[in-house]
């Protein structure tokens, strides 16, 4: 079956201009996440939605970051005007429910944006 | 402190060898721990989790749990230079179900 899958693949950027960027989960997971990877770094949560709310937006750098998901489906991470500092790599990831006891994760294969 | 810890390495073992990774976190009340592989310039992926205190085995893949010492490691038997890669520790946060805090990731080159 078809995985996590993210667009675009790269992204580059101006600074001061916004970015949309999509991630399509795995079909019956209900739980979506987004991290940050910087280059050489650990993964930084950014924030996690169960169905379409979004229980847990602490991890959203300012309030230039903004996420939506509809349908329990597809989300949206939405960068405003874009700073240097955004540049990284984007992590999607799935998984069947916050609720279970197993959380495993799936990632997509992320969107590495540069911001110029 | 950081919520989850490992040691940032780079770890280096010869072919064959046994690799141990470790990871330390701060949150008691944590309840499951997950080890995720992550090849230079791909994404993470799963490869094993652990609840109960103990060892959980999986092929050459040995996960180790202790809670009262808040501790959780990763054991690769007969090291192969194909396990080269960033390994990932991360926690699911009891107060917070939903969200995995991740450790920055420990290097491991295995040398052959």
């Known amino acids: 079956g078809a995985g996590v899958s993210q667009s675009p693949s790269n992204k580059v950027t101006e600074k001061g201009k916004d970015v949309e960027l999509r991630c399509d989960p795995i079909?019956?997971?209900?739980?979506l996440y987004w991290y940050r990877q910087s280059l050489g770094q650990g993964l930084e949560f950014l924030i996690y939605?169960?169905?379409?709310?979004?229980?847990?937006k602490s991890g959203l750098p300012s309030d230039r970051f903004s996420a939506e998901r509809t349908g329990g489906s597809v989300s949206t991470l939405t960068i405003q005007r874009t700073q240097q500092e955004d540049s990284a790599v984007y992590l999607c990831?799935?998984?069947?429910?916050?609720?279970?006891?197993?959380?495993?994760?799936?990632f997509g294969p992320g969107t590495r944006l540069t911001v110029l | 402190q950081k919520e989850v810890e490992q040691n940032s390495g780079p770890l280096s073992v010869p072919e064959g060898a046994i690799a141990s990774l470790n990871c330390t976190y701060s949150?008691?009340?944590?309840?499951?721990f997950f080890w995720y592989r992550q090849y230079s310039g791909k994404s993470p992926e799963l490869i094993m989790f652990?609840?109960?205190?103990g060892d959980k085995e999986d092929g050459r893949f040995t996960a180790q749990l202790n809670k009262a010492s808040q501790y959780v490691s990763l054991l690769i038997r007969d090291s192969q230079p194909s396990d080269s890669a960033t390994y990932l520790c991360?926690?699911?946060?009891?107060?917070?179900?939903?969200?995995?805090?991740f450790g920055d990731g420990t290097t491991l080159t295995v040398k052959p």
């Open positions: 991360a926690v699911d946060q009891n107060t917070n179900a939903g969200k995995s805090t």
């Open positions: 079909s019956g997971h209900t739980a």
């Open positions: 939605f169960q169905g379409n709310s979004a229980p847990d």
């Open positions: 949150d008691r009340g944590s309840q499951s």
């Open positions: 990831a799935s998984s069947l429910s916050v609720a279970r006891r197993y959380n495993e994760q799936f």
């Open positions: 652990i609840y109960s205190n």
